[in-house]
Each structure stands twice: as C-alpha cells, then as structure tokens.
C-alpha cells in the first residue's frame, strides 16, 4: 500500500481509492501489543511497563483506517538499535487481525525497548504516532 498526503492532511490509499473518514468503527482509533499470558501496552494506557520472559509471543493489533496498517517501532533502550514490526492491514470493520503479525521475542534476552505506534485515525484521517510503553525482557 502506498499512502500520499494531501495538503489537507487527508490521506488516500493508492490502491484502494480514498479512506472515507465517514466509516464508524465502533471504537476510538487505538493500537496495542499483547502478550496473552503477561499483558499489554496499550495506547490508551501510555508509559506502562510489560515484562516478559523471552520466547513469549508479542501480537500487534488496533483500530485504525480500514486499508491501513500500524507501524510499530521497538527502540532498544540500552543498544541505541531500534526496528519496526507492520501489522496486517485493517478491515472494513477497521479491526487490526492480531494473529497476522506475532513478534517471537526469543532473541531479545535481557533487553528493554521502549515500544511506539503510528497509525492513521479512522475518525478524522490523521496520523497518531502514541508512545505504548516500555517493553523488558529479562
């Protein structure tokens, strides 16, 4: 997908036409990483820690523009490294599936990242880019 923005700040999906800021979603935009057996960092919920052992699955996932996808960005607070992890696209229902982009944390023993989103809003068609958290792996 490749998104432009135009001078009004709106958004389109070059190949899905415009994303029609008209969609009701039934819930506010938002964007979360969950570990099911430890717990979650949650845009709603900024600045929280989440500790997991390594080798526990991370799933990323949100309400967001249908067509668009969350970028999010994991900074090694230690190394100065950082990387980025692309959920699946949103549906029409602007629901993120969670099970389209799991993380393995098995290689990220003894470090701590500090965890962002950016994302394109369905209500008004604009860029949020929340701080989730602090991610530990002990």
Known sequence: MVLVLMPAG???AADKGAIAPQVTCGQHSQAWVKSFTYGILHSDLPGRTLTVHAGEPLFH???VAPGTRIRFQYLNLDANTT???WSAPAG????VPHEQSVLDTTIFS???WG???LYIAWEDNQFRA???GT???P
């Open 61 to 63: 996932t949100g309400i």
């Open 110 to 112: 003894g470090t701590r």
């Open 135 to 137: 991610l530990i792996v």
């Open 130 to 132: 929340p701080i989730l």
């Open 83 to 85: 990387f980025f992890v």
């Open 92 to 95: 029409s229902n602007c629901v």
């Open 115 to 117: 965890v962002g989103a």
């Open 10 to 12: 709106t958004a389109i």
